[in-house]
């Protein structure tokens, strides 16, 4: 332990934000890093306590409490304050192979156990991690990894989100040859189309992508496997076959109107967007804008937050975000003691720039579209809704209309897409999942093998990439008949 009385004499500094009227104007990462010496002093912060919850990943009262791929936290935060980055970032490769997606979009379930927290501020865990992995990026230390042998094994892997990406980074280190199927123009799937630009820059997954070709990892884009490639030529050219192709059928909604023209699934305005940003610094057009239009998003998660920044930064009139459930409490109840994951209101990032920008934050909670109104040439130009009771049932006389010229769906995702599982003979189970073995990886019969989103359901990308590496290791013992993959 490198500061016995840390905890006592540094207070928790997390890395500053820009202003959110400044912040408003570009589509850049908006959170500059602390310098060396101040990193240092945080990870001092560390209590390094008996029994550390932050790396268990166990499940209290219903929700995981500390990281899922049980990162050796204690012993990074104690060679972050002695100054040795180096051994640190050995130890943070030990158990995770993207630390600079998750120091940036992880909602730190490690911090919400830190026994720092119990009484006050917890530790800079995920600060701390990206201040360890990009220091390293910038003295050149994260290198590839090469194995020193080849198997001769063939591994296909269709997906290249942070389950896939882990899988293929783990595979390639063991000494397979894998090539990952990306149905999209660039790889990164939920990394580079599923995330705004100013929470994961496309330069940091693109790094790391380039980092893998030189590894030995093959990338083919533009290739939708079940339609443009068909499963049985996979199965007979690759020796295991991994799905890791998400949950990304997104969660409608059954109201009148919804042929009206102004309506967009969350998941096609954040990708088109994106897309746009990259090709063409978004003068090509080519998404749908919410430049001086009434918004309204249908959704309180990450999702929707996400779609009130974005068209914060496009430019509209107004924005709304509904919530179906009510506000969570301010503050822990006495029914979800530390370290249970804290079940209270998180205001994020996109909800603060409305606030900056409108006066206001942009939630309404137990409130649901019941209806979209068009005006004469189609065109979405109001929605009513209602409010809900803590039955979820519509209270009489609480109808309401708002002004409305595009309407986002970011109510969720209701599985896996059907036409890869049936290309592919799967059985899915009932939340829509790819069924596997019980506690395994393992779909169907030989080969083939599912991790991810669509194995477990919509998830974190922590959550995803420990599947990535859950299913490598099975993949490899299915390969050479054991495995030593971490």
Request: some cysteine.
């Amino acid at each position: 332990m490198g500061k016995p009385t840390g905890f006592l004499e540094y207070q928790r500094q997390a890395n500053p934000a820009e202003d959110p009227q400044a912040r408003i104007r570009h589509y850049q990462e908006f959170h500059p890093r602390l310098d060396r010496e101040e990193r240092r002093r945080q990870g001092g912060r560390c209590m390094e306590c008996g029994v550390p919850f932050c790396q268990s990943g166990a499940v209290l009262g219903g929700m995981v409490s500390g990281c899922p791929l049980h990162n050796l936290v204690p012993e990074w935060n104690d060679l972050v304050y002695t100054g040795n980055f180096g051994h640190a970032l050995e130890r943070l490769l030990k158990t995770n192979n993207f630390p600079e997606f998750t120091g940036r979009v992880c909602p730190a379930l490690c911090e919400a156990a830190c026994t720092c927290g119990l009484h006050g501020q917890p530790v800079t865990i995920k600060e701390n991690e990206l201040g360890i992995i990009e220091d390293a990026w910038e003295r050149g230390l994260v290198r590839p990894r090469p194995s020193g042998a080849c198997t001769g094994k063939r591994v296909a892997v269709v997906g290249s989100g942070p389950s896939g990406l882990a899988c293929a980074d783990q595979l390639s280190l063991r000494g397979h040859s894998v090539t990952v199927f990306e149905r999209e123009d660039r790889p990164g799937g939920l990394l580079m189309y599923g995330i705004p630009n100013m929470k994961l820059e496309k330069s940091v997954v693109l790094r790391r992508i380039a980092l893998m070709r030189e590894q030995g990892v093959t990338f083919r884009c533009g290739v939708d496997v079940g339609r443009d490639r068909k499963a049985k030529e996979l199965l007979q050219e690759f020796d295991a076959v991994v799905l890791c192709c998400g949950a990304s059928d997104p969660r409608d909604l059954n109201v009148a109107g919804r042929e009206t023209r102004g309506v967009c699934f969350a998941v096609d305005f954040l990708k088109e967007t994106t897309r746009s940003l990259l090709n063409s610094g978004l003068t090509d057009g080519a998404y749908p804008s919410a430049r001086g239009k009434h918004v309204v998003v249908v959704g309180g998660g990450d999702t929707g937050n996400d779609c009130v920044g974005t068209c914060i930064r496009h430019g509209c009139k107004s924005v709304v975000q509904l919530e179906m459930m009510p506000k969570a409490p301010d503050r822990r109840g006495g029914n979800n003691p530390w370290p249970e994951w804290p079940r209270v209101c998180k205001t994020d990032y996109g909800q603060e720039e409305a606030v900056a920008v409108f006066g206001r934050d942009p939630r309404r909670y137990q409130t649901t579209v019941t209806e979209l109104l068009p005006d004469e040439q189609g065109n979405l130009k109001a929605v009513k809704t209602v409010r809900l009771g803590s039955d979820c049932k519509p209270l009489p006389g609480s109808e309401a209309v708002l002004e409305c010229e595009l309407l986002l769906i970011a109510a969720g995702f209701l599985g896996a897409q059907k036409y890869v599982s049936d290309a592919f003979g799967l059985e899915l189970t009932p939340r829509a999942c790819v069924k596997t073995q019980a506690d395994g990886y393992a779909a169907g019969a030989g080969k083939i093998f599912a991790a991810g989103d669509m194995r477990r359901g919509q998830s974190l990308v922590v959550w995803a990439i420990r599947e990535g590496r859950g299913a490598a290791r099975a993949v490899d013992e299915y390969l050479m008949g054991y495995t030593n993959l971490p």
